[in-house]
C-alpha cells in the first residue's frame, strides 16, 4: 500500500506562487508515474498534470501549461507541483495520484492512490 501526504497549499495573491509536495510512505513511488489534479467546489476533479515514473515525461492541462511544474525526487519518495502566477480560477484542493503504472494520463481511474488534498485559495 501507497500512502501519499500532499502539503503547501495556502491562501496566496493572485500572481503568487506556492510549492506543493507529495511525500510517500509505505512503499517506494519511484517506478510510478504520478498525476496532480485538482477539484474546486461544485465541480469535477480534473487533471493538472504528471510526471512519468523517472521524470522524462511531463504533461499538463492547457489551463497550468507554462504557469505549473511537476518535477520529483526519487530519493525523497517526493513529487512536487510548483505553482506560479496564479490566478483566482486556480483555487481549488489539489491532490496528488500514484498511478499503477509508470506513465501518468489524464484519466483518474488509472491512479491507485490519492492522497487527501490540499487547499490552494488565490484573492484577486
Known amino acids: 500500500q501507497v500512502q501519499l501526504v500532499e502539503s503547501g497549499g495556502g491562501l496566496v495573491q493572485a500572481g503568487g506562487s506556492l510549492r506543493l509536495s507529495c511525500v510517500a510512505s509505505?512503499?517506494?513511488?519511484?517506478?510510478?508515474?504520478v498525476g496532480w489534479f485538482r477539484q474546486a467546489p461544485g465541480l469535477e476533479r480534473v487533471f493538472v498534470g504528471g510526471i512519468s515514473w523517472n521524470g522524462g515525461s511531463r504533461s499538463y492541462a492547457d489551463s497550468v501549461k507554462g504557469r505549473f511544474i511537476i518535477f520529483r525526487d526519487n530519493a525523497k519518495n517526493t513529487v512536487y507541483l510548483q505553482l506560479n502566477s496564479l490566478k483566482p480560477e486556480d483555487t481549488a484542493a489539489y491532490y496528488c495520484?500514484?498511478?499503477?503504472?509508470?506513465?501518468?494520463?489524464?484519466?483518474?481511474?488509472?491512479?491507485?492512490?490519492w492522497g487527501q488534498g490540499t487547499q490552494v485559495t488565490v484573492s484577486s
Open positions: 509505505g512503499r517506494t513511488i519511484s517506478t510510478y508515474g
Open positions: 495520484a500514484a498511478s499503477s503504472t509508470r506513465w501518468s494520463t489524464g484519466r483518474l481511474d488509472e491512479y491507485a492512490y
